[in-house]
């Protein structure tokens, strides 16, 4: 019996070997590879998403961010298929733990910040202060913006984490109450979860979609 409702969050929950970070790489198992002539449509379909993020990430990047296209592209690859395959049963759910999202926000963060900085030191003073702002508002502006610019990270791992974490909880709770109900309810039940399951599908993508789009947008801001 689970004795704690988070205890699927936990690393060390379900086996004697801590290994469930490996799940991390177990998206390397369903990427297509190119070895016939002739492209199945499993590949067709991988292609397909892969056109159309990359179409959408470059409506957000400038002339700057277009060399980093493919860094926001495999950013949407890793999570989304993290996120879709921590759906299946036994498999550890990574990208629900603080310490990943974070630790590729921060990266993605620092690189873009030191790439601004560096570069265009100009831009990102101005930047500060939007065109317009009365002087006497100047130094709360400078304040906001900083605060703004510091908390990007922080909101985008929270935000991928807290989604992902909703969803498997409440599948969670709608099973721990099975045990109780009759079998009309349970089927009532397991019919709502198949739905929940789906939405999740949804969240997988959508999380991933919004991860990379605000990170090409604060890319953008940068230069």
């Known amino acids: 019996m689970m ?8 690393p060390s929950s379900s086996t004697s070997m801590s290994i469930n970070w490996l799940s991390m790489v177990y998206f390397i198992l369903v990427i297509p590879v190119v070895f016939w002539s002739v492209p199945s449509k499993y590949q067709m379909l991988w292609n397909m998403i892969l056109e159309g993020i990359s179409g959408e990430l470059k409506t957000a990047l400038n ?41 590729m926000s921060l990266m993605i963060w620092f690189s873009m910040m030191f790439f601004g900085w560096w570069n265009f030191s100009n831009h990102m003073f101005i930047h500060l202060t939007p065109l317009g702002t009365p002087k006497v508002l100047m130094p709360f502006m400078v304040m906001i913006e900083l605060i703004s610019s510091v908390i990007r990270p922080l909101t985008l791992s929270v935000r991928l984490s807290a989604n992902i974490i909703a969803g498997h909880l409440l599948i969670t709770l709608m099973s721990q109450s099975s045990k109780m109900l009759n ?3 349970i089927i009532v039940l397991v019919l709502v979860q198949c739905v929940l399951m789906s939405l999740e599908v949804a969240v997988s993508l959508i999380q991933s979609y919004v991860y990379s789009i605000l990170s090409t947008l604060y890319s953008s801001e940068m230069s």
Do not use: A, C, E, R
Not at 3 to 10: P, Q, W
Not at 72 to 101: A, D, G, M, V
């Open 63 to 103: 002339k700057y961010g277009m060399m980093n296209i493919l860094i926001f592209i495999s950013l949407f690859i890793f999570i989304f298929l993290n996120n879709f395959i921590s759906l299946f049963p036994y498999i550890f759910t990574s990208t629900s733990h603080i310490s990943i999202s974070i630790s």
């Open 183 to 185: 079998i009309v309810m």
């Open 3 to 10: 004795t704690n409702l988070f205890d699927i969050f936990d």
